[in-house]
């Protein structure tokens, strides 16, 4: 399954509302996806709450792995974009 590995952008991690964002995301491309940190569990990219347990802070570096490669994009730039940002 293609992966790939992206640093975490946003200021406070993947808290609330960067992992909100990311789960939408997920749910409206309607494909799996995946993130992990290094030696972690993959979780399901698609609830917020799973992705909040990774406790990624900015600079965490987070794999996202998904069988679409469009999706698998999408999702990497948006863990390492600034969500907090206004």
């Not at 399954?1 to 491309?29: C, D, F, N, W, Y």
């Not at 799996?32 to 990219?45: I, K, N, Q, R």
Request: cysteine-free; aromatic content about 0%.
């Amino acid at each position: 399954m293609p992966s790939t590995t992206v640093t975490v952008g946003s200021t406070v991690g993947l808290h609330a509302r960067p992992a909100g964002l990311i789960a939408e995301a997920v749910t409206k491309a309607g494909v799996p996806v995946t993130l992990a940190t290094a030696g972690g569990t993959a979780v399901d990219a698609g609830s917020p709450l799973m992705i909040m347990t990774l406790g990624a802070k900015q600079g965490t570096e987070v794999t996202v792995t998904s069988d679409d490669e469009t999706v698998l994009t999408r999702i990497a730039d948006l863990v390492a974009a600034d969500l907090d940002a206004d």
